[in-house]
Structures are given as structure tokens and as C-alpha cells.
């Protein structure tokens, strides 16, 4: 068996429920990790040491009892710190919710605690989930852990640098426009955020109603599957989520390409592109056609107004939700969040309502573009190398502006339009930071985006790569 | 040399929403506007939907993979 921290999610799953390895050895080893490593990194808020032992002592307990273990019995996580537990402080990584305690516990939460994960606590984020870089003025910022100084990626950067640490097996984050993906890739590991409606939302911080998701950052396509299978579904709790049936993820990976048809749209997503990130990308697509997939670049005219539409939501929606705190205690945001938030204040109206009245018609006409001949839409999830934290620093100097929102040019379209996405790690710039392949598929087709992932890593190793600390 | 449109900005969301400009940074996001400005103009006249308003819940579901 691999060292404890190279085991992926599922690897750990299945190790304790045959007897392998305990849950109590998983915890100590996570403990013992970021113990020794986070210091640098920087990717914890709350560790609840003993209570993770307990929980995995409990496990250990019921497998000697010959009890059936979940899914995901004894395997440690930690999660970005915007999941409400009951009696339990959520800072949403910022000044203003620091003593927050809510009464509620999300339904994901409830979710893997019934499937036997382990929850070890909290994670650093971008205050309120507002930002792609993973700045955070109070609590420190998170450090990529393949370079010190430079971003993780956010809005969920300590479940992206902790996932890439191996502090850890899984971790949630949420993603209103790249906040699981970016995180994902600037960091080397895989994201998923699924269908709009896919995953409750209930007992999660809000950002904006029409776009906010909930998904996984894990290591590996397989460990998406099943985290994916255990948290999707309708909720009683949460009016918006989707009814539509949730299949068995893990058993349409068959690592066959064949068949499967990949679109590029040339439009948007390669505007001011690095080279470096240009080539990695055309190198996984020639690994997806050695594996049987074949490759279409395209047109997609609809880019551009999607593009415009997605800035405009997120933006208005933010403003609304923060108003009060705006007027009242705007000096305890961060500079780069109240400016931010400040800038959909003047969004007018019918805007935003033709930004949302015209969300389904673009989607068809974006489905019709790329998806009638072809299951998948592949991109660069970053069109750039990874940028340092000084160089997108707001707060420090406001010229960084334009640096800092071209983060997630990439990933919000993708957020308009509802679609599942994927960010898995498909190679490492000439500074050593981790590059990401984006894979997108029709409303409800996780199953796909999951199955092309899995092949993709069958056939490369840049996911099983991680950063020496 | 066209006007300004950052002051009458700030003016029109202390007059609606009750809330000051916060820091510099803040101004130079109004600034950025003017990007989203254009790629607006840019759209008008361009997108004509037939099935406007339209559910985008309901569009989800219509557009899904058929063999999947």
C-alpha cells in the first residue's frame, strides 16, 4: 500500500472498510501533516483535533464489530468554512461573521457525516467567497503549496492547497464563478461543480442565488464520483435543488474514449492565453484522442453575451445580499471585497432581469453551438500562469484590479450557463505551478464530465503529483 | 471628450442603496465598468429570443443528453 497521504479519497475508503488501515492511523497521519505544514501554507481556521479522533474511533469501533462501514467510512476531510454546522462558529472567512454560530447543519454536511467521513474541521477562504485568489485580510492569506507567495486560486483556496498538501482526502467547496475549479487547478488537484440545482444548498453562506454551487475537491475523477453520488440530489430543505435522478458516477468510469467527441470553442476562452498554458492544453487533447476521442474546434458566437451576463448576476446578487452590512460596517470587509461588492450597486435593473430572462435561451443556443455533434466542451481553466498573491493584491495597490478579476475569465461562463464542469491537472508551467484542463458537458451529464476525467488520468499522472513541503 | 460616468455613478447608489464609495480601489472597480459597458453595447441588437421570458430550470432539463 502507498504512504497514507498518497492514498486518494477512495483509496482510503476502500483500505479501511477491508481492514488495511484504521481511521484512527488516516486522522493521525492528516493531523500529523498539517501539524508539520501548515505553517506555510495556511489552509486551516478551525481543527477540531479530538473530535476527529473520536469520530474515528468510532469507525474503528463498528468495523471490528463487523458493522458495515458508508461510503466513505473513516476517510478524514476537512471543508471550506461556509458549511453551517449547528453550534459550531462558520467564519465564512471573514471579520464580520468571525463568531457566527448557526443553528442549522447544511444537508451535505448531514450527507457525509451519514456516508462515515470524518470531519476535521474547517478551511481558510476568500472572505465571504468573493474572491478567485485566495487572499483573505483576516485570516492570512493561503499559500500555493507548490510555491510559497504565490495563489491558490479561491474563492475555496484551503480546500484546494489542502487537498494538494495531502493534509487531507476530500474537501467541499462552492463555486460561483471557478471558486471549486480555480482552486483545483492552481493547485494541482481535480474539482468538480456540478448541474445548477444538482446539490442542496441548504445551510450553505449565499452569494449569489442564481449561481452558487456546492461540489468536491479531491485528488482524483474516481473520488469526485463517489463524493458527487453521496451529496447530489433533491432536498426538501432547499426548494431550487434539482429532482432529476441521481445515477451511480463511479460505474460509468470505463476509461473509454472512444466514441466521444470533444468540442474547442476558438472564441473567449484563448483571449491573451499564455503559451505555456496553450500547449499543455493541446497536449491532454492529444491524450484524449490517443484514447480513442476525437477533437472538433468550433465557433461558439454565444461566448460573448455569456460572458457580459455572467459578470452582471453575480455582481448584482452580491450587492443585495451584503447591503446592510455595506451601509453599516462596510471598514470591516477587506478593501478588495467592498469594492467589489460596491461595483453592483449600480447595475440597473433591467439588466439584471435580461441577464436572467435570456439564461435559458443562451443555453440552448450555446448546447446547439458546441454540444449537438459533440458530448464534451474542453478549455484551458486558466488562461494564464498562476499569478503570485502580490500581484493580484487589491488591497495593497487598487492598479492590480484587471489581474485580479481576469483570474476567472474561464470558469464563470460556466456558472451562467448551469452546465457540470471539471477541473483536472493537466501539467505545470515553466515557474513549476500546476496547469488545468476544463471539461464541460450538457445540463445533468456529470456522469460524462466524470468518465472523460478518469480516462484523462488513466493515461497521465499529473494528478498523482504533489508539492514536497 | 465624453463625461465622467464614475461621480454620477457613486451619486446614484448613495441615492438608491444608501451606501458610500468604500476606498479607491472601489472607484477604480466603477471604472472597470466601463468594459461591461461596451461589451453591452456590443450585444444590442444581436440576440433575439423567441421564447423570451423563458425558465432557465426548465431549459436545464430540456437541453440534457438524450442518451445518457
Known sequence: MSALHELSMTEAADAVARGDVTATALVENCLARIAAHDGKVNSVIRLDRDSALEQAAAVDK????????????????????????????????????????????????????????????????????????????????????????????????????????????????????????????????????????????????????????????????????????????????????????????????????????????????????????????????????????????????????????????????????????????????????????????????????????????????FCAEAMTRHHIVATPALRTRVPTLAETDIDADAANWSRFMAVSANTRPFNYLGLPTISVPCGFDDRGLPIGLQLAARPFAEARVLAVADAFQRVTDWHKRYPSL | MKPDPIPPSMEAIRLWSGVECPNEAARLGLADHIGLLKELEALRGTLAFEDEPSSFEAALRAEQEKEA
Open chain 1, 62 to 365: 463498528a468495523r471490528k464489530a463487523g458493522k458495515a462501514l458508508g461510503p466513505l467510512g473513516g476517510v478524514p476531510m476537512m471543508h471550506k468554512d461556509m458549511y453551517y454546522r449547528a453550534g459550531k462558529v462558520s467564519t465564512c472567512g471573514s471579520k464580520i461573521r468571525r463568531d457566527f454560530v448557526p443553528k442549522v447543519t447544511a444537508t451535505v454536511l448531514e450527507k457525509l457525516d451519514a456516508s462515515g467521513a470524518i470531519d476535521m474541521g474547517t478551511l481558510n477562504m476568500a472572505e465571504f467567497a468573493q474572491n478567485p485568489t485566495g487572499h483573505n485580510a483576516h485570516f492570512g492569506h493561503c499559500h500555493n503549496p507548490w510555491q510559497h507567495g504565490y495563489c491558490t486560486g479561491g474563492s475555496s483556496s484551503g480546500s484546494g492547497a489542502g487537498i494538494a498538501a495531502r493534509f487531507f482526502y476530500g474537501a467541499l467547496g462552492s463555486d460561483t464563478g471557478g471558486s471549486i475549479r480555480l482552486p483545483a487547478t492552481i493547485c494541482g488537484v481535480t474539482g468538480i461543480k456540478g448541474t445548477q440545482t444538482r446539490v442542496s444548498r441548504a445551510g450553505v453562506m449565499p452569494l449569489s442565488f442564481s449561481a452558487d454551487n456546492v461540489g468536491p475537491l479531491v485528488q482524483t475523477a474516481r473520488d469526485a464520483a463517489r463524493f458527487m453520488r453521496i451529496i447530489s440530489g433533491h432536498d426538501p430543505r432547499d426548494a431550487t435543488s434539482a429532482r432529476e435522478a441521481v445515477p451511480d458516477y463511479e460505474a460509468a468510469l470505463t476509461g473509454d474514449l472512444r466514441g466521444i467527441s470533444v468540442a474547442v470553442p476558438q472564441e473567449y476562452f484563448f483571449d491573451g492565453a499564455d503559451d505555456v498554458v496553450v500547449k499543455a492544453f493541446d497536449a491532454a487533447l492529444d491524450a484524449m484522442r490517443e484514447r480513442g476521442a476525437t477533437i472538433t474546434r468550433l465557433s461558439c458566437p454565444s461566448l460573448r453575451a455569456i460572458a457580459a451576463y455572467t459578470a452582471m448576476i453575480s455582481r448584482a446578487e452580491g450587492a443585495a445580499i451584503h447591503a446592510e452590512w455595506m451601509r453599516e460596517r462596510a471598514a470591516d470587509y477587506s478593501i478588495h471585497l467592498s469594492s467589489r461588492l460596491y461595483g453592483g450597486y449600480p447595475i440597473p435593473a433591467h439588466l439584471y432581469i435580461e441577464a436572467l430572462s435570456r439564461r435559458g435561451p443562451l443555453l440552448r443556443q
